[in-house]
């Protein structure tokens, strides 16, 4: 079975860190580009960032919002993908989900993602 | 970025009822276009993309067309399952973008 499992979603203050991590399992995650994106409570998604898988470079990509502050890092070896994200806001507060494309036949295709973890969530305050 | 306005943004409908949710980009963006569907508490399900291509697995009352700059996703027989907040996203330009939402009530 095709599966994404988010962890690392906690209660953090402003100003603090926290690393997310999305666990995969049911395709070869080395093959495969990964994104994260967003759920603010009440509030519609927002795409953040992904990460190519390494024979295609294996760079990271960020919306403008979050670019600095969010760094997208991979380990294919333990078919993992991390979210780390610093200067927490308050506005960060959200839903968290890693979601990919498995296969994909051009590369805009992978940005139409079909598997989807059920999310972490992450409140910032203090 | 490329700004995705759907409407309505919300709509009351009945089972059975015939249902169109219109997607327009602020810039074209081909057939670059994707439909989600998201329930309360649960992670959004691809339902089209590409415009038109239905995902598998996903019944063929939903339908999707338009190209450039208006799309639109259509459930030609509303279910009673189908009641939930409907996304488009563009995949056209970087980084991709998502529509507000439309909630079918």
């Known amino acids: 079975e095709v599966q994404l499992v988010e962890s690392g979603g906690g209660l953090v203050e402003p100003g603090g860190s926290l690393r997310l991590s999305c666990a995969a399992s049911?395709?070869?995650?080395?093959?495969?580009?990964m994104t994260w994106v967003r759920q603010t409570p009440g509030k519609g998604l927002e795409w953040l960032g992904r990460?190519?898988?390494?024979?295609?470079?294996?760079?990271?990509d960020y919306a403008a919002p979050v670019k600095g502050r969010f760094t997208i890092s991979r380990d294919d070896s333990k078919n993992t993908l991390y979210l780390q994200i610093n200067s927490l806001k308050t506005e960060d507060t959200a839903v968290y989900y890693c979601?990919?494309?498995?296969?994909?036949?051009?590369?805009?295709?992978?940005?139409?993602?079909?598997?989807w973890g059920k999310g972490t969530t992450v409140t910032v305050s203090s | 970025d490329i700004q995705l306005t759907q409407s309505p943004s919300s709509v009351s409908a009945s089972v059975g009822d015939r249902v169109t949710i219109t997607c327009r980009a602020s810039?074209?963006?081909?057939?670059?276009l994707a439909w989600y569907q998201q329930k309360p508490g649960k992670a959004p399900k691809l339902l089209i993309y590409?415009?038109?291509s239905l995902q598998t697995g996903v019944p063929s009352r939903f339908s999707g067309s338009g190209s450039g700059t208006d799309f639109t996703l259509t459930i030609s027989s509303l279910q009673p399952e189908d009641f939930a907040t409907y996304y488009c996203?563009?995949?056209?330009?970087?980084?991709?973008?998502f529509g507000q939402g439309t909630k079918l009530e």
């Open positions: 590409a415009a038109s």
């Open positions: 810039q074209g963006v081909g057939r670059w």
């Open positions: 049911g395709f070869t995650f080395s093959n495969a580009w």
């Open positions: 990460i190519k898988k390494k024979i295609d470079g294996g760079t990271a």
């Open positions: 996203q563009q995949a056209n330009i970087f980084p991709p973008t």
């Open positions: 979601t990919t494309r498995p296969i994909a036949v051009a590369p805009n295709y992978y940005y139409f993602t079909d598997v």
